[in-house]
């Protein structure tokens, strides 16, 4: 299905294009940027400029990143003359954020992403952590639950645990699908992630705590016993202070990098399970 917009783009859904028309929606998004001079703000996929209008005229330095080549025109047609805007024609899962970055200054990251890419692409800007300041996404409320759940919530699993690793997660506010045109068939939420400057709780080996993580909740209702029974034993669970008896929903982000510091350990002096 594909609908008309007010400069004749139709709205692809292959691109995930559901467009912002409510101003009332649109002000408290700017209000929770809070986008000022001397900030450097990337927004990924502008689409036809519900944002980029209020985020050029902040005074701020403006970069967007844009697959849809056709929208092209109609953002040159808007922002062009401003030397503040700078537009990439590309998809932002491939962009090299850090070629953005001058003078040390952290980028501040914006998008109201297309629902297909927003884990992917949230864990490819995760992989810049460094440089970047904040980003403000929108995305389906239920992804946004997912990332600010803490141990005992519903939501709470593999992803919110890896993001909340690195980032402090804020749910912001929920938003109706009548915002957009064409309406999307899910909620809403605008969510805050602001990168850790120093990790809280720094592992020993993401990419072993990733697996730790992962194996949990691949069968979220078993005991966290029964569930790392291939990486870990109980006995070695309870010594780190963890009920090996409980549920991995339970378990906090603390608990799961001890856990995986245990393994690190134990891979590093050639121990064996
Ligand atoms: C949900 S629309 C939002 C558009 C606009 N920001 C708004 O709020 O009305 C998502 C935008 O991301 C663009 N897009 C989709 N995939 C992309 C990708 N991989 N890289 C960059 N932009 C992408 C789409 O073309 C579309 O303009």
Same mark, same amino acid.
């Given at each position: 299905m594909s609908h008309k917009s007010p400069f004749e783009h139709r709205a692809r859904k292959r691109f995930g294009q559901n467009f912002l028309?409510?101003?009332?929606?649109?002000?408290?998004i700017i209000r929770s940027i809070a986008p000022k001079t001397g900030d450097h703000l990337v927004e990924i996929g502008p689409g036809q400029g519900a944002l980029t209008r209020d985020l050029v005229d902040s005074g701020a330095q403006l970069d967007v990143v844009e697959l849809d080549q056709d929208l092209v025109p109609i953002l040159l047609a808007q922002?062009?003359?401003? %030397? =503040?805007?700078?537009?990439?024609? #590309?998809d932002a899962l491939r962009f090299d954020f850090s070629s953005l970055q001058r003078d040390g200054e952290k980028l501040r990251i914006i998008g109201n992403l297309p629902y297909n890419i927003s884990t992917p692409l949230m864990?490819?800007?995760l992989s810049y952590q460094s440089l970047i300041e904040d980003m403000h996404f929108m995305l389906q409320k239920e992804v946004v639950?997912?990332?600010?759940?803490?141990?005992? %919530? =519903?939501?709470?699993?593999?992803? #919110?645990i890896m993001v909340q690793y690195?980032?402090?997660?804020?749910?912001?506010?929920?938003?109706?699908?009548?915002?957009f045109n064409p309406a999307p068939k899910v909620e809403s939420a605008i969510v805050r992630l602001r990168p850790h400057t120093e990790l809280p709780h720094p592992a020993r080996d993401v990419s072993l705590l990733q697996q730790v993580v992962r194996t949990a909740f691949t069968q979220r209702?078993?005991?966290?016993?029964?569930?790392?029974?291939?990486?870990?034993?109980?006995?070695?669970?309870?010594?780190?202070?963890i009920d090996s008896g409980t549920r991995p929903e339970r378990v906090s982000l603390a608990q799961f990098v001890a856990i995986s510091d245990r393994l690190a350990e134990r891979a590093s002096s050639g121990d064996e399970e």
């Open positions: 028309h409510d101003a009332g929606v649109i002000n408290r922002f062009a003359l401003k %030397d =503040n805007f700078a537009l990439h024609q #590309g864990f490819h800007l639950d997912r990332l600010a759940a803490g141990p005992g %919530d =519903n939501h709470y699993g593999r992803l #919110g690195y980032c402090q997660v804020d749910f912001l506010f929920p938003v109706g699908s009548g915002a209702r078993k005991t966290l016993r029964n569930a790392l029974k291939t990486l870990i034993d109980a006995d070695s669970i309870d010594a780190l202070g």
